[in-house]
């Protein structure tokens, strides 16, 4: 069973910056792609970012291109998200997933992805 805990969320104003972590246990976390997902009230999950097993490959959704960087410590089975130049849209609950099948491209679908963290709230002030 694979564990995913996220955290670094909190409240910034508009322009400011987070950095969000997600530790994995459980399983070789090198080996699997990892992606992060953003909810926000009302609407559905969405994707923001992917990076491969290796961290060689990224893949981010268009809003946030240019904004936020994905990467990944294999040393530390962690995921981490940079998110600058945070706008009130960005306010989500923040979700890091983990790929169901070994060595793939990240991957923007959901279904592709078999476990998922709590999450962790992300508010930005206007």
């Known amino acids: 069973q694979v564990q995913l805990v996220e955290s670094g969320g909190g409240l910034v104003q508009a322009g400011g910056s987070l950095r969000l972590s997600c530790a994995a246990s459980g399983r070789s976390f090198s080996r699997y792609a990892m992606g992060w997902f953003r909810q926000a009230p009302g609407k559905e999950r969405e994707f923001v970012a992917a990076?491969?097993?290796?961290?060689?490959?990224?893949r981010y959704a268009d809003s946030v291109k240019g904004r936020f960087t994905i990467s990944r410590d294999n040393a530390v089975n962690t995921v981490y998200l940079q998110m600058n130049s945070l706008k009130p849209e960005d306010t989500a609950v923040y979700y890091c997933?983990?790929?169901?099948?070994?060595?793939?491209?990240?991957?923007?679908?959901?279904?592709?992805?078999?476990?998922w963290g709590q999450g962790t709230q992300v508010t930005v002030s206007s």
């Open positions: 990076i491969a097993s290796t961290g060689g490959s990224t």
């Open positions: 997933a983990a790929d169901s099948s070994p060595n793939l491209s990240p991957s923007s679908l959901r279904w592709r992805y078999a476990y």
